[in-house]
């Protein structure tokens, strides 16, 4: 079998760049997109502060050109998703289902996903108004009512935005304060689309299974009193969790499930994988960290494997 010098999982703005680096260092680098290729970034629409787009760029079309990059190099890009990982030993392996690949050294790059409640009724209603991203879905509420759940940044711009297409967004908050910046909430705060249902949680999403979402049921955190909202569609924006269950148990995680990495490099627990991106950072979380990051754990993982030989 042939032991790869890396393999790469995730395709994301850190996984890519990776790539390109690897490639372009001779390393041939085999990379697993996942079921999701090019990332979140492939479900927002614009990209407006990625440097050296000044016109900005769609998120989808800038992934492309990301991936186009890494294959002029040699990446073997493979749209497949990984189920399982043996890091205990070297060469490392990783499995496709029964299909085993090798590798020297490992990048991991699988991101972070968006929260949900985990309400039967939620996932019943996913794309039939539920959703976790306003930026993909929001043109779809032209002239229609919507919440949006949360109380961070994320949350206010996406009630921000949402009012370019509905008629009404409220934002329901489990506290009576909210999380997000101050000049995000001043933004909300002067919008008069947007109203504020404080002190409140989602028990259940409710509609009809060909129609789709007609209201939620509230609960007041300090009443405990119950009482149904009508809306067409309901945008949650409670936090993304890291995509690290592949790698439970054998490498070195913080409490939340973000893979640590050693201070000032991409160094993970285990000698030979390295780790970029969201999966290791929940505080910037851009698409320019992820791929600085990314050309990190490149040049990271080329310099470990010149001192192997
Ligand atoms: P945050 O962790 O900042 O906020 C998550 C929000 O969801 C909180 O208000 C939290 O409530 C609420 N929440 C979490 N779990 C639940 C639950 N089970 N039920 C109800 N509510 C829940 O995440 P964000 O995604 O908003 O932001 C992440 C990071 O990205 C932050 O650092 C943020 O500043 C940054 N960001 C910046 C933006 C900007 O500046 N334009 C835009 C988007 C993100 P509680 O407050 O009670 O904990």
Redesign the pocket.
């Known amino acids: 079998m042939v032991v790869r010098k890396v393999i790469i999982i995730g395709s994301g703005p850190a996984g890519l760049t990776a790539a390109i680096y690897t490639a372009r260092a001779n390393m041939s680098p085999l990379l697993f997109e996942g079921n999701q290729p090019g990332g979140q970034l492939t479900i927002t629409t614009e990209v407006e502060n990625y440097p050296g787009f000044p016109e900005g760029i769609m998120g989808p079309e800038i992934m492309e050109l990301f991936k186009n990059q890494a294959i002029r190099f040699g990446t073997d890009v493979l749209f497949k998703q990984v189920t399982k990982v043996d890091l205990s030993e070297r060469p490392f392996k990783v499995w496709v289902g029964n299909e085993l690949y090798k590798s020297e050294t490992l990048i991991i790059a699988t991101g972070a996903s968006?929260?949900l409640?985990g309400l039967e009724s939620e996932k019943k209603f996913i794309g039939k108004g539920v959703s976790v991203c306003a930026t993909c879905d929001g043109f779809f509420y032209q002239g229609k009512e919507v919440l949006v759940?949360?109380?961070?940044?994320?949350?206010?711009?996406e009630a921000i935005f949402l009012t370019k297409f509905a008629s009404k967004v409220s934002i329901?908050?489990?506290?009576d304060?909210?999380?997000?910046?101050r000049?995000?909430q001043e933004r909300v705060f002067k919008n008069p689309k947007i109203n504020i249902i404080w002190n409140a949680?989602?028990e259940e999403v409710v509609g009809k299974e060909d129609t789709g979402v007609t209201g939620v049921i509230l609960r007041d955190t300090v009443t405990n009193e119950t009482r149904e909202v009508n809306c067409d569609g309901v945008f949650f924006?409670?936090?993304?969790v890291p995509n690290t269950s592949l790698f439970k148990g054998q490498l070195d995680m913080d409490s939340r499930g973000y893979i640590i990495t050693k201070d000032g490099s991409t160094k993970t627990s285990v000698e030979g994988v390295f780790s970029a991106g969201d999966v290791q950072d929940?505080?910037y979380?851009q698409a320019i960290t992820a791929a600085g990051s990314g050309c990190m754990a490149a040049l990271d993982a080329e310099r470990w494997l010149e001192v192997q030989q």
């Open positions: 968006a929260n409640l759940i949360g109380g961070g940044d994320a949350a206010m711009e329901v908050h489990r506290r304060e909210l999380r997000a910046s000049i995000m949680v989602i924006a409670i936090g993304h929940y505080i979380r």
